[in-house]
């Protein structure tokens, strides 16, 4: 079974340009998980959506950040413009409706801003 | 709020080492408590789970016990191995929903 696909792998781009993050979750989950990991600061959650929905997005840095899940299966991450300090790596998680807390990950998309 | 404490890493070990990895906690009520393990180049995986108090999640090897009155939940492996090597993430259950606070993560390097 495909497992939560993220892409790109890795992007890099020069400051101010615009960067949009893809991630297709396990056909069936139904909660969807932004996550950005660097050494500074670790995993941090960045939004949630449940059904489709977003739950909680208080984890979102700033207005140039923004998350939308058009459908059960596709959502997009966008900043908008980047900065160096955006360079992480963005992970999507999904979740069955269910099991609280037993994410499945995807493997992450490494963000480089020059 | 509701926090998580790993201790600080890297852990070397050699071959069929014990392992021991603490994580304390602090939260409001009985949370669910985890340990995820993330490979290189990897995104993170589940690797055992406690749902209550003197509970023991375990998975390939390791375990952890839920510790109420110490709120710990100490990840444990009696005999590790060089594929071992990840970094390893305790984390709590927050709040009625389904959001995970991580800790931050230890690293574990076990060599032959």
């Known amino acids: 079974d495909a497992g939560v696909i993220q892409s790109p792998r890795h992007e890099v781009t020069e400051m101010g340009q615009e960067v949009t993050l893809r991630c297709k979750p396990i056909s069936g989950h139904n909660s969807l998980f932004w996550y950005r990991q660097t050494m500074m600061r670790g995993l941090e959650l960045l939004i949630y959506f449940n059904n489709n929905v977003p739950i909680d997005d208080s984890g979102m840095p700033e207005d140039r950040f923004s998350a939308k899940m058009p459908n059960a299966s596709f959502s997009t991450l966008k900043i908008q413009p980047s900065e160096p300090r955006d360079s992480a790596v963005y992970f999507c998680?999904?979740?069955?409706?269910?099991?609280?807390?037993?994410?499945?990950f995807g493997e992450g998309s490494r963000l480089t801003v020059l | 709020g509701n926090s998580v404490t790993q201790m600080e890493g890297p852990v070397t070990l050699s071959e069929e080492a014990f392992l021991t990895i603490n994580c304390t906690y602090t939260a409001t009520g009985y949370p669910s408590l985890f340990w995820y393990v993330q490979y290189p180049g990897e995104g993170l995986q589940l690797l055992l789970k406690?749902?209550?108090?003197?509970d023991k999640g375990s998975n390939k090897g390791f375990e952890a016990t839920y510790r109420k009155e110490t709120t710990s939940f100490h990840l444990e492996k009696g005999s590790v191995q060089v594929s071992d090597s990840a970094v390893y993430f305790c984390?709590?259950?927050?709040?009625?929903?389904?959001?995970?606070?991580f800790g931050a993560g230890t690293r574990l390097a076990v060599h032959p």
């Open positions: 998680a999904s979740s069955l409706a269910g099991t609280p807390g037993e994410l499945f």
């Open positions: 406690a749902t209550k108090a003197d």
């Open positions: 984390a709590l259950l927050s709040g009625g929903y389904n959001k995970l606070i």
